[in-house]
C-alpha cells in the first residue's frame, strides 16, 4: 500500500501496557506519514526479523490528548526496544479513529482489530 518508513522507538505514557495493549511509540526519521488518522495492518522490521503490527495515528481523542502519535501494537513480541531504529511498511487500513466512551470501549475495539490483522495475513486466531 506505501512505502517503507524508517523510526526510532521512543516512550509513550506506558497507558497500552495496562490495557493489555503495549506499544511502540516512533519517531519517523525523516518524514511526515503521509496518510490519514486511523489503524492499519503493518509488517515492522527489528533486527533484521519481521513480525506482524496493528498500527495506530492519531490524537487519541479518547484520552483527550492533542498531539499526533504513530504507535505500533506488535502481535508477536515482547521485549522493550526503546531507542532502536526499526521500519515498517503499511499494508491496510482497518478503520478510521474512534473517540471511545471510555477504555473498556477502547480495548474491546483493539481485540476486534487484532483478529482483523490475523484475518489479513490468514492466520488462525485462538
Ligand atoms: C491498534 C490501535 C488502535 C487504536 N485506536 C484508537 C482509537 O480509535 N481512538 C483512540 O482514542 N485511541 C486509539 N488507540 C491509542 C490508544 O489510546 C493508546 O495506545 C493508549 O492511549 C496508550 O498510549 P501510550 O502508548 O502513550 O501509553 C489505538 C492504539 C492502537 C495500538
Do not use: A
Amino acid at each position: 500500500m506505501h512505502n517503507i518508513f524508517f523510526g526510532t522507538v521512543i516512550r509513550g505514557r506506558g497507558k497500552g501496557k495496562k490495557m493489555g495493549f503495549p506499544t511502540i511509540n516512533i519517531k519517523l526519521v525523516n518524514c511526515e506519514l503521509p496518510i490519514n488518522k486511523g489503524v492499519y495492518v503493518v509488517w515492522v522490521t527489528i533486527n533484521n526479523q519481521i513480525f506482524k503490527g496493528m498500527m495506530y495515528t492519531g490524537t487519541r481523542p479518547t484520552f483527550e490528548l492533542q498531539k499526533t502519535t504513530i504507535e505500533i501494537h506488535l502481535l508477536d513480541y515482547q521485549e522493550n526496544i526503546y531507542d532502536m531504529q526499526i521500519s515498517f511498511q503499511i499494508l491496510h487500513k482497518i478503520r478510521e479513529e474512534i473517540h471511545f466512551e471510555n477504555v473498556g470501549e477502547l480495548v474491546r475495539q483493539l481485540h476486534h482489530d487484532k483478529e482483523m490483522v490475523y484475518k489479513y495475513f490468514g492466520n488462525l486466531i485462538n
